[in-house]
């Protein structure tokens, strides 16, 4: 049962990563071409501005990250037979919740 939970976990890090990657070649191109125009976006009434989907794509980018770290204790936590305990009262998490959420730190009652 845990090496089907590692490969499930080494699966969605390895889709994170590949995000990651896709994510950070978007921004690097909108960073690039920003620097060699100088399109007033700021004032265009029509869409968001350059500013802003830097913005969103920095926090996408963050967020990512975080499911990255989380996926890695996870899988630490496989190691150490320790997986599928929740970090706030110690009991199980549920089936379902591993399931929908593999990296999930707290029980479904704790979450809420």
Same mark, same amino acid.
Request: aromatic share 2%.
């Given at each position: 049962?845990?090496?089907?939970?590692? +490969?499930? &976990?080494?699966?969605?890090?390895?889709?994170?990563?590949?995000q990651? *990657?896709? $994510?950070? @070649?978007?921004?690097?191109?909108?960073?690039?071409?920003?620097?060699?125009?100088?399109?007033?976006?700021?004032?265009?009434?029509?869409?968001?501005?350059?500013?802003?989907?830097? +913005?969103? &794509?920095?926090?996408?980018?963050?967020?990512?990250?975080?499911?990255? *770290?989380? $996926?890695? @204790?996870?899988?630490?936590?496989v190691?150490?037979?320790?997986?599928?305990?929740?970090?706030?009262?110690?009991?199980?998490?549920?089936?379902?919740?591993?399931?929908?959420?593999?990296?999930?730190?707290?029980?479904?009652?704790?979450?809420?």
């Open positions: 049962m845990t090496d089907a939970i590692s +490969a499930r &976990l080494l699966v969605e890090r390895t889709e994170a990563l590949a990651l *990657a896709a $994510l950070t @070649r978007e921004y690097d191109a909108m960073v690039a071409a920003s620097e060699v125009s100088n399109a007033d976006d700021e004032h265009d009434p029509e869409g968001a501005t350059i500013g802003f989907e830097r +913005a969103q &794509l920095a926090a996408t980018m963050d967020m990512t990250r975080g499911r990255i *770290a989380d $996926l890695d @204790r996870a899988m630490s936590q190691e150490a037979g320790s997986y599928g305990r929740c970090e706030t009262c110690g009991g199980e998490i549920g089936a379902e919740r591993l399931a929908a959420r593999p990296s999930a730190r707290t029980c479904i009652t704790c979450a809420r």
